[in-house]
């Protein structure tokens, strides 16, 4: 072989590769899209699984205070004076 073979084989191996690499590259950069994509959806889920939970927590903490503001003004609905002193 001689030295202009020896080159041009370099050059093609060297561009095969490098279009091997961008490939690769360009295989992880779509892995790494749907893994975003992935967790904004779980970010999504968890978000509204809050709202959920926060949104129950605070109705039942203002039934509660109703509560306790109709009990302390009206006395115990179930007629024992003492557990009303508890609140």
């Known amino acids: 072989m001689d ?7 370099m050059l093609f191996t060297s561009i095969s590769l490098s279009c ?3 490939t690769q590259e360009a295989q992880q950069l779509l892995l790494d899209w749907e ?7 779980i970010l999504k889920d968890m978000k509204e699984g ?3 939970i926060h949104k129950g927590y605070t109705t039942i903490r203002d039934i509660s205070s109703a509560a306790s503001v109709c009990i ?3 006395g ?3 007629g024992c004076q003492p557990c ?3 609140i």
């Open 20 to 22: 091997l690499s961008q």
């Open 72 to 74: 302390r003004s009206f």
């Open 3 to 9: 030295r202009d073979e020896e080159n041009i084989l």
């Open 84 to 86: 009303c002193k508890k």
């Open 50 to 52: 809050y709202q959920i």
């Open 76 to 78: 115990c609905p179930y």
């Open 35 to 41: 893994k975003l994509t992935q967790f904004k959806k």
